[in-house]
T-cell receptor
Framework: EAQVTQNPRYLITVTGKKLTVTCSQN?????MSWYRQDPGLGLRQIYY???????DKGDVPEGYKVSRKEKRNFPLILESPSPNQTSLYFC???????????FGPGTRLTVL | GENVEQHPSTLSVQEGDSAVIKCTYS??????FPWYKQELGKRPQLIID?????GEKKDQRIAVTLNKTAKHFSLHITETQPEDSAVYFC??????????????FGQGTILTVHP
């Protein structure tokens, strides 16, 4: 089954404790991206990747890192999480940026 | 980079009425305009998209129109049903330059269809 998976689905952590949210797709998509969703602000792009080893900043990259060592995986790293990073995070993939974005199920992160 | 504005932020209609949501964009070279629907507690899913070489696209009760001169595109839902209640997002990718690949979403419209 074609899908985008994210883990964990829910996470409560404390300020400053490094964490990684994994994202994996099995559709051989070249384009992958991360979004955060906050009430009233819609979906804001954090980072995107056009292909392996190619990553770029979206609109809200501060406090986040990503890597794209393999085509299928695009982890999101928060090296020192802060409470303002409490949000719902979505990973998405597509064949290209001008194509259907397939979203993962979301990760609800709370930083205390 | 691309700037996308979406209106209204909330829309309430009676079942059977039509609903229209509008988005404006800033990059005149933009060429792809999708609409996503997000039901409560679910992930966003594409419902319809349009490319810049056409002015309108329909799929049953939903349609998207594009006005490239005015730089806006709209989602039209006819004969609304309660299951159309959701948050709707428009989006537009940066057309080129150093930010090619960046995808900007609108702020979302909460559509409520009352039975």
């Amino acid at each position: 089954e074609a899908q985008v998976t994210q883990n964990p689905r829910y996470l409560i952590t404390v300020t400053g404790k490094k964490l990684t949210v994994t994202c994996s797709q099995n559709m051989n998509h070249e384009y992958m991206s991360w979004y955060r969703q906050d009430p009233g602000l819609g979906l804001r792009q954090i980072y995107y990747s056009m292909n392996v080893e190619v990553t770029d900043k979206g609109d809200v990259p501060e406090g986040y890192k990503v890597s794209r060592k393999e085509k299928r995986n695009f982890p999101l790293i928060l090296e020192s999480p802060s409470p303002n990073q409490t949000s719902l995070y979505f990973c998405a993939s597509s064949l290209e940026v001008t194509g259907t974005q397939y979203f993962g199920p979301g990760t609800r992160l709370t930083v205390l | 980079g691309e700037n996308v504005e979406q209106h209204p932020s909330t829309l309430s209609v009676q079942e059977g009425d039509s609903a229209v949501i509008k988005c404006t964009y800033s990059d005149s070279a933009s060429n792809y305009f999708p609409w996503y629907k997000q039901e409560l507690g679910k992930r966003p899913q594409l419902i319809i998209d349009i490319r810049s070489n056409v002015g309108e696209k329909k799929d049953q009760r939903i349609a998207v129109t594009l006005n490239k001169t005015a730089k806006h595109f709209s989602l039209h839902i006819t004969e609304t049903q309660p299951e159309d209640s959701a948050v709707y997002f428009c989006a537009s990718p940066d057309a080129g330059g150093t930010s090619y690949g960046k995808l900007t979403f609108g702020q979302g419209t909460i559509l409520t269809v009352h039975p």
